[in-house]
């Protein structure tokens, strides 16, 4: 009789033992067991997650566990990255519109173009100097050879580059659209089920928000890609100074004792035909004035200094 209560108390112990190493190897299978599955396993088990994610959604957009693992399978050094590359350069030039066609010259010439520019010319007395930017998308891969090109233009006075590995914000976008497409899923097999106007007008409110917010996600993915796939150069060119318009110069007049004795004639001779020309030319305009209103005046005049005579 003794001997069985004693090993109903080890068989206890026993028990609670197990129990125990049952919960701490639980409690050590959550968060930290997937993280490490998914640095280590990269797309085989971080796959599994992210395709499981939707089913236990609840429309946030794939804030749960599937988009975080399908984040740690991205950043498996086998897959490629997602890079945003953009670059600015600040450069002195002896002219700005040669400048100007060589750097829209280097953005073709590596499989770009040009996305905007501006021009602004400041004006000081005569003297005028052109100054400008223009802003390159090229392709990323030649990113390096287009941002060199470019500082070969002029002299450089400031240059700049950088970049954003947007990899985890493109693997995010992907899950938040598994989810939501689950969710629409769904949403029209309960609208084609539902046999009520209430119910159908409800998930088709829902349906509408879901679809809105799938063609949003589908456009910050597009930027994104668009970003990544064409590097941005923003080119600031300046000419060194005012460059001075030119101007014509008036003709010296000689002093008045070095004129010529037959131009001061001729000059003289001028002067009296112009002097006359004009006095023949304000008679005749004064002259019909004169015959209208002077005649009858004089004729008033002579009646009236008669009759005083009389």
Do not use: W
């Not at 009789?1 to 068989?11: A, D, K, Q, W």
């Not at 600015?88 to 905007?116: D, K, Q």
């Not at 802003?135 to 700049?160: P, T």
């Not at 659209?177 to 629409?184: A, F, K, V, Y």
């Amino acid at each position: 009789m003794g001997e069985r209560p004693r090993r109903r108390t080890v068989l206890a112990l026993l028990l609670g033992a197990l129990l125990v190493l049952a919960g701490c190897s639980g409690l050590g299978g959550g968060p930290d067991a997937g993280s490490a599955g998914g640095g280590d396993g990269g797309g085989s088990q971080g796959a599994p997650e992210a395709a499981d994610a939707p089913a236990g959604g609840v429309g946030d957009g794939g804030d749960g566990r599937g988009g975080d693992a399908a984040a740690q399978s991205y950043r498996d050094p086998n897959r490629s990255q997602a890079i945003i590359r953009t670059g600015s350069a600040t450069l002195r030039v002896a002219s700005f519109e040669g400048a100007r066609e060589s750097v829209i010259s280097v953005a073709r010439e590596h499989g770009g173009y040009v996305a905007g520019s501006d021009t602004n010319v400041e004006r000081v007395g005569n003297r005028t100097r052109t100054t400008g930017s223009l802003r390159l998308r090229v392709r990323s891969d030649r990113f390096g050879e287009a941002f060199r090109a470019v500082k070969a233009v002029g002299e450089v006075r400031k240059a700049s580059s950088d970049s954003e590995d947007v990899s985890d914000q493109l693997v995010d976008i992907e899950a938040r659209l598994t989810n939501l497409r689950t969710q629409r899923d769904r949403l029209r097999r309960l609208y084609d089920e539902a046999n009520d106007t209430e119910a159908i007008l409800q998930v088709g409110e829902k349906l509408s928000s879901v679809q809105e917010r799938i063609e949003r996600l589908q456009a910050q993915r597009r930027a994104l890609r668009d970003e990544v796939a064409y590097a941005t150069i923003t080119v600031q060119l300046r000419e060194p100074g005012l460059t001075p318009t030119p101007t014509a110069s008036p003709t010296p007049r000689p002093s008045y004792h070095e004129t010529d004795l037959g131009g001061a004639l001729a000059a003289s001779v001028n002067g009296v035909v112009v002097t006359v020309r004009a006095i023949l030319v304000t008679l005749a305009y004064v002259g019909p004035f004169a015959l209208v209103f002077g005649l009858p005046l004089a004729a008033i005049g002579y009646v009236a200094r008669k009759q005083d005579m009389v």
